[in-house]
């Protein structure tokens, strides 16, 4: 625990870390369909995996809605295989592809014109999209002001004692979103350096506080 030192705010962690790594370029993804399947396949894995499975994707000329719909689920899932639980994510793809087919006429733009409120609602009720990847979609694939709270978020904020143990999605997201300006890029960048900070320092098993940026908080470490 850092002595003499007061806690910080959640705006005041965003602003050092800013200082620190600078801005992120994060969601890696060259198109807004892009990003969506990389959000569902990031569910339970590793971004590395994820990145194989959308490489053969790419190769494969499988990575537009249109020609992602006429692959068989068999073949879907067999590109996928790298980011595990493959026929699982494949069914979910599936069915998110059918979603914005009925939904919005297979049309992300118009897909993402829709209320922010109201896109979450529909996302969240299909199979397997939790409310981080509903988020994700939003943020990254769309623009939309919703901040992604992950175990990342959950593990830095907790640990500067920042959050209560048992806060809900919601309650985190509430917080950080009226704790920083509500803007689709800032709840971007914010998240992204929570990520980086998380995976080179605030790591969950053993933290490595020296260096990290932000040391001179009062933080646990366990």
């Known amino acids: 625990m850092a002595r003499g030192a007061a806690r910080p705010s959640v705006s005041e962690i965003f602003r050092v870390l ?15 369909f892009e990003i969506v399947v990389g959000a569902i396949l990031t569910q339970n ?35 996928i295989r790298s980011s595990g639980y493959y026929n699982q994510k494949a069914k979910k793809l599936r069915r998110f592809l059918w979603y914005l087919r009925e939904r919005h006429g297979g049309s992300l733009e118009r897909m993402f014109s829709t209320g922010t409120a109201q896109l979450r609602r529909e996302l969240l009720a299909l199979p397997g999209i939790g409310e981080e990847t509903a988020d994700s979609i939003m943020l990254y694939g769309g623009g939309h002001a919703v901040f992604v709270v992950d175990a ?27 704790a920083v300006r509500p803007a689709a890029a800032i709840y971007n960048e ?33």
């Open 45 to 79: 894995t590793a971004w590395t995996n994820v990145e194989k499975a959308l490489a053969r994707l790419q190769a494969a000329g499988a990575l537009t809605v249109e020609t992602m719909e006429a692959l068989p689920e068999a073949e879907l899932a067999g590109l």
């Open 152 to 178: 990342y978020t959950r593990r830095i904020l907790g640990r500067h004692g920042l959050l209560a143990e048992k806060a809900s999605y919601r309650e985190i997201q509430e917080r950080l979103q009226r």
């Open 190 to 222: 914010f998240h992204a350096l929570l990520v980086a900070v998380g995976k080179q320092h605030c790591l969950r098993g053993s933290p490595r506080c020296a260096g990290c940026p932000l040391e001179r908080f009062p933080h646990r470490t366990e």
């Open 18 to 32: 800013f200082r620190h790594y600078g801005p992120q370029h994060w969601w890696p993804g060259e198109t807004p």
